[in-house]
């Protein structure tokens, strides 16, 4: 569970007690205990179990049979309406790349264990990759859910690729955490992620993070390795920084 962090005063403090129980659901993978709960947080047992009744009446929140709490469905539709608004904003910066650099550009959220891509605009080449708007894959055989990942605390990442599993699609697949987790390093010390065939052969795909996003978020270009290179690295990282530094600051503004 995440460590305890002081919160910021000056709202409504139950509107602020709901969304840091919220977020430590989510952080915990989405589903949680009330003691661990109770040890991630200064709220008292009592206020906490009050807020997940609540919560739980209301859908945004569920009881499993073995006790624990879960995320509710409720909170789909309000996800799915933030995640439209967000690939809206940042549409303009993919859509820049694109005519920069002649390759597909894409957004994607960190969304429980998973990455979801919630915007897209296509390359004019012929050739379709395996990415589009919705689709959910794993965080660590793609360049955005890597970025995300560098972004992250080493607790936190083997939490997500535990729960979630690290298959390997292709023989270039990352296929144990010591080897993710060495990636990330690499990540780190370079300010970008590659996905080199690890999801699709023949395709390679340069990524970054968006600073200071709400939540993990990360944004790529990708195409076919013949034309995805190092010369194409090398208009493709300024660029690419310089687009998620721009959508940081529309988010800031929004």
């Known amino acids: 569970m995440p460590v305890k962090q002081a919160k910021p005063s000056g709202g409504v403090q139950s509107v602020e007690r709901v969304f840091e129980l919220l977020e430590l659901i989510t952080d915990a993978g989405g589903e949680v205990t009330l003691s661990e709960l109770s040890s ?5 047992l009592p206020t906490i179990h009050r807020l997940l009744r609540t919560l739980v009446s209301l859908g945004y929140a569920r009881q499993l049979p073995n006790r624990r709490y879960a995320l509710g469905p409720r909170l789909i539709r309000l996800g799915e309406g933030a995640n439209k ?5 940042a549409r303009p910066q993919l859509a820049s790349l694109v005519s920069d650099l002649g390759e597909s550009a894409n957004m994607a959220v ?5 990455v979801v891509y919630i915007a897209q605009v296509q390359s004019k080449h012929s050739m379709r990759m395996f990415t589009e708007v919705g689709r959910r894959a794993h965080t660590h055989d793609t360049g955005v859910g890597k970025a995300m990942l560098a972004q992250l605390p080493e607790e936190r990442v083997r939490g997500i690729v535990e729960r979630a599993g690290m298959p390997t699609p292709t023989e270039k697949s990352i296929g144990t955490v010591d080897d993710l987790l060495a990636e990330l390093e690499r990540i780190r010390d370079r300010g970008y992620s590659i996905d080199d065939g690890e999801q699709e052969l023949g395709v390679r795909c340069y990524a970054m993070a968006v600073p200071d ?6 944004i790529s270009v990708s195409g076919p390795d013949s034309r995805v290179d190092d010369e194409f690295a090398a208009r493709a990282i300024p660029l690419l920084t310089e687009a998620a530094e721009a959508i940081s600051a529309d988010l800031t503004l929004a």
Do not use: F
């Not at 960190?110 to 998973?114: E, I, T």
């Open 213 to 218: 996003a709400p939540t993990p978020t990360a």
């Open 110 to 114: 960190l969304d429980g264990d998973m």
């Open 40 to 44: 991630s947080t200064d709220l008292p």
């Open 85 to 89: 608004q967000l690939g809206a904003l």
